[in-house]
């Protein structure tokens, strides 16, 4: 039971997964720490080669195989999540942050975050007729978002004339 509130979900981020390594024998390397603060500075979907060109362009020096082996550990300890929109892989938040579903465009690969609390509603029936204890569920909405499907319409509307 934790009493302890951290509002700082760095800080807190940093420490959960300070734990982690220490179980496992390990320290928190100043490149990792310095990883996890940014990651966990703010909230996004983001790729493993995003993440690279963003710490590249502040200037931190950090390898790709330190950024790889962070993140994968990062899903191990349960602070980030992975989702699959087609062929890229997102990592996201996982640790202090609401459950949601998500919409991906097919064209731009733009993102959104919805909550639906009948997902979860539907998810608990399912989970009862099937005599199964669910903890999670992955849902995503695939298509085009507004701009694009307007864009594929005024298009279409070009190749008639
Ligand atoms: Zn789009
Ligand atoms: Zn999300």
Redesign the pocket.
């Known amino acids: 039971m934790e009493t302890r509130r951290d509002h700082d979900p760095a800080s807190s981020a940093e420490e959960k997964f300070a734990e982690y390594l220490a179980l496992r024998g390990k320290r928190l390397s100043r490149a990792q720490r310095e990883l996890v603060r940014y990651i966990f500075s703010y909230h996004d979907h983001f790729t493993a080669t995003k993440l690279i060109d963003d710490i590249r362009a502040k200037g931190m020096k950090i390898s790709r195989a330190t950024v790889y082996r962070t993140l994968a550990r990062l899903v191990d300890a349960g602070l980030l999540r992975t989702h699959r929109f087609e062929d890229q892989v997102a990592y996201e938040h996982q640790y202090g942050y609401p459950e949601h579903d998500h919409l991906y465009?097919r064209?731009?690969g733009?993102i959104v975050e919805f909550t639906a609390p009948q997902l979860a509603e539907l998810r608990e029936h399912v989970a009862r007729e099937h005599r199964f204890r669910a903890q999670s569920h992955r849902f995503i909405i695939t298509g085009?978002?507004e701009?694009?499907a307007l864009q594929q319409a005024r298009r279409r509307k070009v190749d008639f004339i």
Do not use: A, T
Request: charged letters at 10%.
């Open positions: 465009c064209n731009c733009k085009l978002c701009s694009c």
